[in-house]
């Protein structure tokens, strides 16, 4: 496997002495910690991908950072590696804002205004927008989740960046902080998010001032957050809405079920239905490094490497999430016939 390459490559597969498990059933939590360790020693080396030099900061990332952490939904938290290194969680704050807008607005306004298709193009298109009538397709794209942050409550952008913030903090179980540096380096250099959102605005995507809804969305990206935090956030959505460490209720089971449908089809841009199609759980990346992936009902395994493939996603970060899930039976395409039924079948 060789990252990046020309484009075509799909999601790694190098599980074939992996036994898969299937989904069906609880979640085996006693060997967690026992899968998490063989899944970090298995892929440290790895030394695949580049950092993205076109946020500068993130262009200065230790590249040998690796870190590895599962919520389970009863409440314990699993850690291996960096787990405790702060970084920006760019994109992977998409998924949890929508949560939030839907929460406030409902599923059928929102996906009016939003969308969950795929646009089967990059993150950033602008071309995507056009060719769908100004219509921003799906969320966990730029131009869906800036729409989506716009439509965050508060009559102020500093209104709306407390509620983001306090909700996100909501999801991951403490308060979390701005990187001033992250959201400066973001703030000179997304010239073409800004773009988007005025093009968002000519087509009255956006109701209010595009440029102060960029603002706001580039603070939501520059939010710190861990492996551990992301692994929590993750398992809020996968327990019906409530922080498995708190227990605070932070949205409601049906957001749950919406944000992870979205989040399947497209939380890894261009790459998310070879995601599905190998390791069959919902998840979404962020260019800092970080993979969120969803379990529902029974955990999130939250994962960190900066290195990227072409698509803009973590490579160590997939190829670890994609062992565990196999090891643990994630996916959620995955069954095996009842035995019992079997037998009563006279096929056992």
């Not at 910690?33 to 580049?50: I, K, P, Q, T």
């Not at 969950?116 to 869906?144: D, I, K, Y």
């Not at 520059?222 to 932070?250: C, E, F, I, K």
Request: overall charge negative; glycine content about 10%.
């Amino acid at each position: 496997m060789n990252y990046p390459s020309d484009g075509n490559e799909t999601i790694p597969t190098d599980f074939d002495d992996v036994v898969q498990q299937v989904s069906t059933g609880s979640l085996a939590h006693q060997k967690i910690d026992e899968l998490l360790h063989e899944a970090h020693e298995r892929y440290s080396d790895v030394d695949d991908g580049l950092l993205a030099h076109y946020i500068p900061i993130l262009g200065h990332a230790d590249p040998d950072l690796f870190a590895i952490a599962m919520s389970h939904v009863g409440g314990s938290v699993h850690e291996v590696g960096d787990c405790q290194h702060e970084f920006s969680i760019q994109s992977i704050a998409k998924m949890f804002v929508y949560a939030l807008v839907v929460q406030e607005h409902g599923r059928e306004v929102v996906r009016e205004r939003i969308g969950v298709n795929n646009t089967g193009m990059p993150f950033n298109s602008v071309m995507a927008v056009e060719l769908n009538n100004g219509h921003p397709m799906n969320p966990m794209v730029n131009a869906g989740a800036i729409a989506t942050t716009e439509m965050i409550p508060g009559r102020t952008s500093a209104k709306k960046w407390e509620n983001v913030r306090a909700g996100l903090s909501a999801f991951a179980g403490r308060q979390l902080t701005l990187d001033d540096d992250v959201y400066a380096s973001e703030s000179e250099s997304n010239e073409r998010n800004k773009a988007v959102g005025r093009l968002l605005k000519s087509y009255r995507r956006i109701e209010g001032d595009p440029l102060a809804a960029v603002d706001v969305y580039t603070r939501q990206c520059s939010l710190n957050v861990t492996a551990y935090d992301l692994a929590v956030m993750g398992a809020t959505l996968a327990d019906g809405g409530v922080n498995p460490v708190t227990g605070q209720r932070v949205v409601d089971a049906d957001v749950c079920r919406d944000t992870l449908a979205a989040v399947a089809t497209s939380g890894l841009y261009e790459h998310s239905g070879d995601w599905l199609f190998e390791i069959g759980i919902p998840a979404k990346s962020g260019v800092s490094g970080g993979i969120v992936a969803i379990a529902p009902g029974k955990g999130a395994i939250g994962a960190f490497s900066p290195p990227l493939d072409i698509a803009g996603n973590s490579v160590k970060a997939q190829l670890a999430i994609g062992h565990l899930s196999r090891a643990m039976g994630l996916n959620l395409f995955a069954s095996a016939p009842e035995k019992s039924l079997l037998a009563k079948a006279g096929r056992g």
